[in-house]
Each structure stands twice: as structure tokens, then as C-alpha cells.
């Protein structure tokens, strides 16, 4: 190979994958999306390349390293290149908020990467009653932009994840490109079989989504915090929190998330707690407020707020992240048992690893109003 001029950062890119380290086939993909769309196209060896692989959640996936990162703007652009990998035989992946602990969720190694953190755009209906918002939005400014309109959408408790993590029943349509490259708007009437798809396996698995139409609230702002107690009051917490089970019923306001683990040397749990009105103290938390605490931050504040105070707490962005969910039916015994198993299990290793048992409810309420809407979730 001749070497007689020094070589620009392109040239090297380019020298780089010719030499063997991706196939053909990705390759090719990468060269011709970028033919179409060069400013979209991010090559390694470039800063907008580390950036781009900075931006997941979790280590396992920002170590992938694949040929391209595609960065559209618009769904058309989608549709362009997706008939191009799709000609090239090239695997790829999606990624839309990158909040994952499956390290090939939405990455992949030598292969092209769809990043839709572009897909941007933030639409209110002029009736207040939805909102169209792509993939590449996180609910943190999202939630701002609502909150200075009296508005507010089902979805994330972090600040930090992205709009696809939205609450499934309050999903009204996808905006989606097929393999082919079609651009359909699937809702429950236009393509219902397909719709409930979406609902119920995944909208990745079945194309790349492009835009969320998600259904508005009214909102007037929220009380909520973080409220942490120590292992030496762990019995009267468990009670109270029984108690707040049985008063769930008949509360469709309240939500909570515990979450257990080891603060220097010693078990705690932090009470996320949050309440769909500015109602300072609300009752049905009265029990799990009055047991001794080590920390407290229930105010009124607004979501945008407490999602970030969520964010900041449990940081963990650029670490080697992964969880299990497990559903099974409400049994207090049932639910003290697997905490102090989990406790046992993770004690020889708490020197190594950080762990956190988290536990939060589905209420029959909850199942039986998201089945009244018809959303056509599986």
C-alpha cells in the first residue's frame, strides 16, 4: 500500500475498514447511507463516534464498536437507508434512548447502528390532548416542555431515559418504517393487527419507529421525594407498607418504589415516593413517613423534579449495569422472604458489585383500566 502522503482522518477510516477488521456487507451498507446522507454517517476514529458510543446507559454496550453510526433526521431518511442495509445483507441495530442492560438491546459489534437520537421533534396537539415526540427525546425535557402547558404523559420516573419508555396504555400510534422501507402510522384502526404487535412485543422487532403519538393530562404539579430509612427499622417498614397495599385500592393517585441496598456498610432502603397532586403529606403515605428516617426530600416539586432527583440517586450511567423482573402475586410474607434471600445472596460480594432490590406494584386497578381502554395492548 502506498504511503506518500500523510493521510487525512477520512483516509485512514476509510484504510481502516478496507483492511478486513468489517465485512463487505457492512461495508457496503455504510457507504452507500453515507453516499445519500454524508452528514448523517459517523465513522470511528472521530470524536462524534465516541460520542455516539458515550451515550448508552450501560458499559457493555458503549464498548461496541460497530462500522457506522446513522444518524437520520427524518423518517424518510430511515426509509432510505434501511432499503440500503437491507440490499447489503448487513445486521444492524436500533438505538433510541439507549437505556438497556442487554449489552446487543440496541448496539451491535461490526455491524451498522441506526441512532435515532435526532429524531427529536416535541409536537403538542392543538387541543392539549396528545403529543408526537421521536425516539431520540428524554422524558427529563420532555416533562419541562408539558409542565409549562398544565400537561403531563405516562412515562419514565428517570429523567435520563428515553421517551420509548413510555407508560404502553397511553400509546395511541406509531409512526414505524417496514424492511421494505414503507412508512406506515399503525394505530388500532389503520393496521389494528400490526398494532397490537407493537403493544405487546417490542416496536423495534417489527421496524423502526420513528415517532410516539402518546395521549395528555392534565397537570398541576406533584408532591414526592425520597424518603431513606435504616435496616433497624426495616420490620416497621414492611408493615407500613402493607398497610399502603391495602389502601391502594381505593388510591389511584399514590405511587411508590422501594429500593434496598448496602450504604456504607449498612442496609437501607430508599421510599421514591410520588402523589399526582400538589397535596403536601398525603395520607396514604402517613405510615411509611412517621418511622425514623436518615434522609428526606418529600416537598412539592414538579415531575420534571422528581424524575431528576431519581436520575441523580441511582447513577450508574457508564457502568456495567444489569436487572431481573420478577411479577408474582402480592404476599407480604412472600415479598420479607425474597428480600432476606436476596439480602444472604448478595452480602459475600457486596465489596464488589452494587446491588439494589427494588419493589413496586401493578394494582388490579391499574390492569383493569388499561384493559378499559382498548389500546389493544397483549
Known amino acids: 500500500m502506498a504511503a506518500s502522503k500523510p493521510q487525512s482522518k477520512d483516509d485512514q477510516v476509510t484504510e481502516y475498514i478496507a483492511v478486513g477488521k468489517f465485512s463487505k456487507n457492512v461495508v457496503a451498507a455504510c457507504d452507500a447511507v453515507a453516499a445519500l446522507f454524508p452528514a448523517q454517517v459517523v465513522r470511528a476514529a472521530s470524536s462524534a463516534y465516541i460520542e455516539a458510543q458515550n451515550s448508552y446507559w ?43 442492560s442487554n449489552p446487543d438491546g440496541s448496539s451491535i459489534q461490526d455491524g451498522f447502528q441506526f441512532d435515532l437520537s435526532k429524531l427529536n421533534h416535541i409536537e403538542i396537539s392543538e387541543t392539549d390532548r396528545t403529543l408526537r415526540v421521536g425516539p431520540g427525546v428524554h422524558w427529563g425535557s420532555l416533562l419541562k416542555i408539558l409542565e409549562s402547558r398544565g400537561l403531563s404523559a405516562v412515562g419514565g420516573r428517570d429523567a435520563g431515559v428515553g421517551v420509548p419508555g413510555f407508560g404502553i396504555d ?27 404487535t407493537l403493544h405487546g412485543g ?70 421514591f415516593m410520588g402523589f399526582l397532586a400538589p397535596q403536601p403529606n398525603p395520607a396514604i403515605f402517613q405510615g411509611l413517613c412517621s418511622i425514623p428516617k436518615v434522609h428526606d426530600t418529600l416537598r412539592l416539586d414538579q415531575y420534571s423534579g422528581l424524575a431528576k432527583e431519581m436520575q441523580e440517586v441511582t447513577n450508574c450511567r457508564g457502568e456495567r449495569n444489569t436487572y431481573w423482573t420478577l411479577a408474582m402475586r402480592y404476599d407480604i410474607r412472600l415479598l420479607k422472604d425474597c428480600y432476606e434471600l436476596w439480602a444472604r445472596m448478595t452480602k459475600a460480594y457486596e465489596d464488589r458489585f452494587r446491588f439494589a432490590f427494588d419493589v413496586n406494584h401493578i394494582t388490579p386497578a391499574m390492569r383493569n383500566q388499561a384493559a378499559g381502554r382498548g389500546t389493544g395492548n397483549v
Not at 437491507?86 to 434512548?97: S, T
Not at 422501507?181 to 389494528?192: E, N
Open 170 to 196: 397511553n400509546l395511541i400510534s406509531f409512526d414505524i418504517v417496514l424492511a421494505n422501507g414503507d412508512l406506515l402510522t399503525v394505530d388500532r384502526d389503520s393496521h389494528p393487527d400490526l398494532n397490537k
Open 58 to 100: 450501560n458499559a457493555s454496550q458503549r464498548q461496541k464498536e460497530p462500522a457506522c453510526f446513522f444518524q437520520p433526521t427524518s423518517a424518510e431518511q430511515v426509509s432510505a437507508a434501511i432499503v440500503e442495509v437491507v440490499r447489503a445483507d448487513c445486521a444492524f441495530a436500533i438505538k433510541g434512548g439507549g437505556h438497556s
Open 202 to 271: 417490542g416496536a423495534f422487532n417489527f421496524g423502526i419507529v420513528t415517532s410516539l403519538t402518546l395521549k395528555l393530562h392534565s397537570y398541576d404539579g406533584m408532591w414526592g421525594g425520597m424518603n431513606v430509612v435504616d435496616e433497624a427499622n426495616f420490620d416497621a417498614v414492611w408493615d407500613a407498607y402493607d398497610k399502603y397495599t391495602s389502601d391502594l385500592i381505593e388510591e389511584n393517585k399514590a405511587h411508590l418504589i422501594m429500593d434496598f441496598f448496602q450504604l456504607d456498610g449498612r442496609m437501607v432502603v430508599a421510599k
